[in-house]
C-alpha cells in the first residue's frame, strides 16, 4: 500500500529567505566590487576626444616581468596649450605578445590620432578607452542576486502543497529534466570548450601556418604557490620574429591554456629553448601578431576531456528528453493516445504480432554507432598526441577501458544475432482485465541449440522521483504469471498457450512518472552463446461493460 | 466559509455514473471565478502526476452562492493502490485565484472497491531490462 502523506512539507520561510539573502548579498558584494575596479578605468568614456600625434611608439619588455609594455609618445593641444600624455589606457599597463604589437602597429610613429583628454586635468589623456565588455562580468554576480532575490520571493510567497488545490498544482514534466542536461551540457561544454577544444582546434589550423625564424628572448619555467601548499607552473616565454621587414614579439609556447602541476615538460620546453636561440615559430598568415611556437598540445589538455564527457552525457539526456514517450500528452485518463486508439483493435478482435522492445538487432547498431564513435574520438587523439600525453594517460586509459567494454558488447549483440528467432502473436492487440490472451509463438532458426524456453507475464508499477539532482527510478513487480517452461526443443518450437488476465489488477497506466507495466517476457537459454531475451509490451485495457469481476 | 457535498454522501463510483452535488460558500465579497473539477492524481514514491478531467465553471458568482454540479465518470484510470504508488480521484470547489478550496475523494472502479495491487518478488529471469 502506498504511503499516503503529502510530501509538502514546506522549509521554514526564515531560513529560505536567509539561505536566499546570502545570494543576493554576495551578489551584490561582488558586483559592487567588479563596478569599483571598472568605473575608474571607465572614466576615459566621458573624456573629450582630441586630435593627437604619435611621436613614439614601441613594445618593449616588462623588467623580466610578465607581459609586454607598450612605450608610447604623444603629444596633443587643450585649450592652445601643448600637452604629452604617455598613457596608453587606464588601469593595467602591461599587455600580452599579440596585444602589444596591435597597440603599436594602431598607433605607429608619426601617425595622426585621436587621444580622449580629461577636462578637469588635461595633463591626463589616454589613447584608447577600455571596452565595455569587460561589463558583461557582471553578469555572474547579477545572476547570484537574480537568484537570490527570486528567490526570496518565492520564499515569502510559496503556499504549501496542501494549501493549493491539486487542480492547480503544475504536472510533472520533463521540463525540469531538460534544464538539468542544458546546464549540464552548457557547464561541461562551456569548461570543454577553453580547456580542450579550442587549444585542439587552433593547434590543428596552426601545423599550416608558415613558418618563420624567430629569437628566444628569454624563457623560464613560473611557479604559482596554491592556497592549499600545492605549486602549479606554467611556461614564461618570449620571443621576436620578422614579417615583411617589421619587428613582431611573441610569448606563446603552445595553446594549451592555464597552469598545472605538471612540472616537467615545461622544464624540457624551456630547456630545449634557451635565450638566444635562434629557432623556428608558427605565424598566422591572417595576422602577424599571432605566433606560437609549438603545435603539440600539452598534457593537461587531456583532462579536459572530462567536462567534455560530462557535455556528452548532458546533450544525450537533452535529446533523449526531447524525443521522450512522456512528451507525448496523456489523454485524460491518463493512457497514452496511442494505447487508447488500440481499444478499436481490441473491438475487432484479430491476431497481432507482438513488437519486441528492443531486438538483437537494434541493440547491435545503437552499440555499434555508439562503440565506433567513442573509440574513434580516443584513437584520433592517442594517434595525435603520441608521446606527448603525459599524465593524460591516466584519463585517456580509463576512457579506453570504456571503449574496450563497449566493443565487448557489440561482439556479445553480433553473436546474438545469429540465435534462434521467435515470432510471438497475441490474439488481440490489446486486452481486457478479465479476459484471455492466447499467445502463439514460432521459432526460426537453429531451436536445437536452445535448451530452455521460459514465457511469462509480467507487470510492475514505476515510479519516478527526484533525489536531490538524481532522477530515481523504483520498480515493484505484481505480477508473475509462468505461461511456458519448458526443455524440450520440440516443444519450445512452436505452440500456444491461454493465459488469462485478472480481473481485479490494474490496467496498464501510463503517465510522465507514475506507471502500471504489463508484458511478455520471452528467455531462451543457449549454452556458451548469447541468450535469446526478448520483452514484449503488452497494452492491458480496463474491464469491458458489463464484465462481473470474480 | 465553503462546502462541497455529493448526492447521498457518495464516495465510490464506476465508470460512466453520474456524480452529482452541491457547491455551497459565504464569502464577503464575490468571488472572482469558482469552479468544480473532476480529477484524478497519484500519490505515493513517484512525483505526482494529476489530470483534470473535466471541469465546471459557474457563472456570475454571488458572495453567499448554492450551485450544483454533475459529471459523468471516465471509463479510466481506476483508483488503485501499489507497493510504490496510488490514483486517487476527486472533486474540487475552488474559489478565487486558487486561494480557497474544497475537495472530496472519491473512488473510480467498476466495482466500487479501490484496485489493490499486490507486490510480488522480482522474476528470476535473466535479462529483465526492468530491474
Known amino acids: 500500500m502506498a504511503k499516503r502523506n503529502y510530501s509538502t512539507k514546506p522549509p521554514s520561510r526564515g531560513c529560505g529567505a536567509l539561505f536566499f539573502g546570502v545570494f543576493l548579498a554576495f551578489g551584490a558584494f561582488f558586483a559592487l566590487m567588479i563596478i569599483g575596479d571598472f568605473y575608474p578605468k571607465a572614466q576615459s568614456h566621458f573624456w573629450t576626444k582630441t586630435p593627437a600625434t604619435i611621436y613614439e611608439s614601441a613594445v618593449g619588455e616588462n623588467g623580466g616581468k610578465k607581459g609586454f609594455e607598450v612605450i608610447m609618445h604623444y603629444g596633443y593641444e587643450w585649450n592652445g596649450q601643448h600637452y604629452e600624455g604617455r598613457k596608453v589606457r587606464l588601469g593595467k599597463d602591461t599587455f600580452d605578445a599579440s596585444e602589444s604589437q596591435q597597440v603599436v602597429n594602431r598607433f605607429p610613429s608619426g601617425a595622426a590620432t585621436n587621444c580622449y583628454v580629461n577636462p578637469e586635468r588635461p595633463t591626463e589623456a589616454v589613447l584608447m578607452q577600455s571596452s565595455l565588455k569587460e561589463w558583461f562580468i557582471l553578469l555572474i554576480p547579477g545572476i547570484f542576486m537574480l537568484v537570490g532575490a527570486v528567490g526570496i520571493y518565492v520564499t515569502l510567497t510559496w503556499k504549501a502543497e496542501k494549501d493549493r488545490p491539486i487542480s492547480a498544482r503544475k504536472k510533472s514534466g520533463v521540463w525540469g529534466i531538460r534544464i538539468f542536461f542544458l546546464i549540464f551540457f552548457l557547464v561541461g561544454a562551456g569548461i570543454a570548450y577553453p580547456l580542450f577544444i579550442n587549444p585542439w582546434l587552433k593547434s590543428q589550423t596552426a601545423k599550416d601556418w608558415p613558418r618563420v625564424p624567430c629569437t628566444i628572448l628569454s624563457s623560464s619555467v613560473e611557479r604559482h604557490s596554491g592556497s592549499k601548499g600545492g605549486s602549479t607552473y606554467s611556461i614564461l616565454i618570449r620571443y621576436r620574429y620578422e614579417i615583411g621587414g617589421r619587428e613582431y614579439f611573441g610569448d606563446r609556447y603552445n595553446f594549451s591554456v592555464g597552469n598545472s602541476s605538471a612540472r616537467d615538460w615545461r622544464n624540457e620546453a624551456v630547456q630545449q629553448n634557451p635565450a638566444g636561440k635562434e629557432t623556428i615559430c608558427l605565424v598566422n598568415p591572417e595576422d602577424p601578431t599571432d605566433s606560437v611556437l609549438s603545435v603539440e598540445v600539452g598534457s593537461a589538455i587531456w583532462f579536459g576531456l572530462i567536462p567534455g564527457f560530462f557535455a556528452l552525457i548532458g546533450l544525450w539526456g537533452l535529446i533523449h528528453s526531447l524525443c521522450s514517450k512522456s512528451n507525448k500528452k496523456a489523454d485524460l485518463s491518463g493512457i497514452p493516445k496511442p494505447q487508447t486508439e488500440r481499444f478499436a483493435a481490441l473491438e475487432s478482435g484479430g491476431p497481432v504480432v507482438l513488437t519486441p522492445t528492443y531486438t538483437p538487432e537494434k541493440v547491435f547498431l545503437g552499440l555499434l554507432m555508439f562503440g565506433l564513435v567513442w573509440n574513434g574520438i580516443i584513437f584520433a587523439i592517442i594517434y595525435n598526441a603520441g608521446k606527448k600525453l603525459g599524465g593524460g594517460w591516466i584519463v585517456l586509459g580509463v576512457f579506453a577501458l570504456?571503449?574496450?567494454?563497449?566493443?565487448?558488447?557489440?561482439?556479445?549483440?553480433?553473436?546474438?544475432?545469429?540465435?534462434?528467432?521467435?515470432?510471438?502473436?497475441?490474439?488481440?492487440?490489446?486486452?481486457?482485465?478479465?479476459?484471455?490472451?492466447?499467445?502463439?509463438?514460432?521459432?526460426?532458426?537453429?531451436?536445437?541449440?536452445?535448451?530452455?524456453?521460459?514465457?511469462?507475464?509480467?507487470?510492475y508499477e514505476k515510479a519516478t522521483y527526484r533525489r536531490g539532482t538524481d532522477t530515481v527510478t523504483d520498480t515493484s513487480y505484481f505480477i508473475n504469471v509462468v505461461i511456458l517452461d519448458v526443455t524440450d526443443s520440440a516443444v519450445m518450437s512452436s505452440g500456444e498457450s491461454n493465459v488469462k488476465i485478472p480481473a481485479s489488477y490494474m490496467h496498464s497506466f501510463d503517465a510522465p512518472s507514475n506507471k502500471v507495466v504489463w508484458f511478455i517476457k520471452l528467455h531462451g537459454d543457449v549454452p556458451k552463446w548469447p541468450d535469446v531475451s526478448l520483452e514484449f509490451p503488452l497494452t492491458v485495457l480496463p474491464r469491458k461493460p458489463n464484465y462481473s469481476a470474480v | 466559509m465553503i462546502r462541497l457535498g455529493l448526492q447521498d454522501h457518495r464516495t465510490n463510483f464506476r465508470p460512466g455514473e453520474t456524480i452529482e452535488g452541491a457547491a455551497l460558500w459565504e464569502c464577503p465579497k464575490a468571488p472572482k471565478r469558482a469552479e468544480v473539477r473532476l480529477l484524478w492524481f497519484t500519490?505515493?514514491?513517484?512525483?505526482?502526476?494529476?489530470?483534470?478531467?473535466?471541469?465546471?465553471?459557474?457563472?456570475?458568482?454571488?458572495?453567499?452562492?448554492?450551485?450544483?454540479?454533475?459529471?459523468?465518470?471516465?471509463?479510466?484510470?481506476?483508483?488503485?493502490?501499489g507497493r510504490l504508488i496510488a490514483l486517487i480521484w476527486a472533486v474540487e470547489l475552488v474559489l478565487e485565484d486558487e486561494d480557497e478550496f474544497q475537495r472530496i475523494s472519491i473512488t473510480v472502479t467498476p466495482d466500487g472497491q479501490e484496485v489493490s495491487i499486490p507486490s510480488v518478488e522480482k522474476p528470476d529471469l535473466p535479462g529483465l531490462a526492468t530491474r
Not at chain 1, 566493443?407 to 488481440?428: E, I, K, W, Y
Not at chain 1, 478479465?434 to 499467445?439: A, N, W
Not at chain 1, 502463439?440 to 511469462?456: A, E, Q, S
Not at chain 2, 514514491?45 to 454533475?70: C, M, Q, W
Open chain 1, 402 to 459: 570504456i571503449g574496450i567494454g563497449i566493443m565487448v558488447g557489440v561482439v556479445h549483440q553480433f553473436l546474438a544475432m545469429f540465435n534462434p528467432v521467435p515470432t510471438v502473436t497475441a490474439s488481440s492487440g490489446a486486452i481486457a482485465l478479465g479476459e484471455t490472451l492466447k499467445l502463439d509463438w514460432r521459432f526460426t532458426g537453429d531451436i536445437k541449440r536452445m535448451k530452455h524456453l521460459r514465457i511469462h507475464l509480467l507487470g
Open chain 2, 43 to 81: 500519490q505515493g514514491k513517484g512525483t505526482t502526476d494529476t489530470e483534470t478531467v473535466a471541469r465546471e465553471e459557474f457563472s456570475n458568482p454571488l458572495p453567499g452562492d448554492t450551485r450544483t454540479f454533475t459529471f459523468t465518470v471516465p471509463e479510466a484510470p481506476y483508483s488503485f493502490s
